[in-house]
């Protein structure tokens, strides 16, 4: 195998494993992979190997993607699935009560007029979003209750039971540390949305009903 090649699959390999990286270190990374200094001549034959790679991945739906996080309004490199839905994107470590209140705070902190950061980032509380659970708790119950409601239909009320106070905790902690969701900027107890939501999930929060502000400066990054 040729050393090109032999770059390139560690370069790959090492995105995997970091999921997402800014991309000043994303450079960096590969210079040191190549064993050249980044100057101009390397940082082409960077552009020019992400080209490659995604032309390569194709076939099998999968990304090395750029973008610009609105929150801290640097860029990122993520390796991105692109054949997936949108709930699948946090794959098995989530339960579908898990994704569910994650789509409910991605809806609830992209619909907000809280802003956070030099970028007006919009964030939600950390209260706010403990509070989220309250309406999952409510349609479950009314479900599992309703008289209408088949065997079906209650079981699947079952498996999906609303999390508690502690679960929902938790919940948005992984999520923060998995890169899904990220503090905000200078407001301590607020939550904005994170990196691997804007490089993953951009087509589902560009289909939102953004409030005006926030959809004119997401659609100049994403």
Known sequence: MAPRDLHRMAFVQALMD???MQEDKCKMLFARIVGRPLDTALEAQYSQTLKDL???MGFAK???????????NKKYVGFVNTNVDEPSKLGSRYSLAQRDLFKQAMECISQSSCIAGSNGAPCASQME???LGNRSANFQTTIANSSQAGPSTQAAAAS???LSKREIEDTLHHLTKDGWLAGAP?????????VRTFLE??????ALQLPDETRAAWEVVL
């Open 18 to 20: 970091s999921l997402f």
């Open 54 to 56: 995604n032309d390569q």
């Open 62 to 72: 999968f990304k090395i993607k750029t973008v610009k996080s609105p929150v801290d």
């Open 129 to 131: 979003l403990l509070n």
């Open 160 to 162: 999906n039971k609303p």
């Open 186 to 194: 200078s407001k301590p107890g607020y939550l904005c949305l994170g």
């Open 201 to 206: 999930l951009n087509a589902y929060l560009m």
